[in-house]
């Protein structure tokens, strides 16, 4: 049951990079376009970030839901590291055009090399709002005593809608970063993500995104 794993990682990649254009029903004018000031202020001031997570997968071949944890970090302009450590290890990398799995407790590693930035392609990160708007319907409202944002985001290329029908989160005004990700798929699987960072912007270690080669690999021994 790794594939949501897998998954969820993708849609953590897309979302803790803030996007660069909001639309919103929700708001006016004005409000919409203080918050997408505000997003746009993180994403060129975001270098680095560490962050645990605690995810939650509710599926329906399953009586129960499966929860697993673990870290992330994140290093500008788009290299990100997972590393599930319950209940079981899994290490995935997003780096330019690699898009790596690593199981530390058998040593096997697949890796891909992706044709374009899966961000830009898939999500439709870092375009202009009008390239971003043609990927998801958005909307943005006002949620809690704390302030935070809710986004609902609903797919608009085949490819993803397809396969999500909406992701939702909700965004922290003191960060600007997504505290929680909820992920609903069109089988009725829903997969939830909270996220507690505890650093932005210091300094990662050298070796923090070099991932272990094994005996069995095929291609280069270690990321570039």
Known sequence: MQRHNILAFI???????????ISSAAFDRSERDRVLTHMKEREKSLSTLTATFVQVKSTRLLKEPLHS????YFQAPGTMLCKILDPSQVTILFKNRLFLIYYPDTGKRRERYLGNNILK????????????????????????????YHMKLIPRQAR?????????????????LPRRIELREKNGDVTSIRLAYTSINEPLEADVFRVEPSDDHEGPENEK
């Open 11 to 21: 849609i953590i990649a897309a979302l803790i990079i803030p996007c660069q254009g």
């Open 69 to 72: 944890q673990g870290m992330i």
């Open 121 to 148: 392609e898939c999500f439709g990160m870092g375009k202009p709002m009008e390239e971003f708007e043609r990927h998801y319907t958005i909307t943005v409202g006002s949620v809690g005593d704390d302030g935070a």
């Open 160 to 176: 993803m809608a397809s396969r999500i029908e909406t992701i939702e989160m909700d965004i922290t005004p003191d960060q600007w």
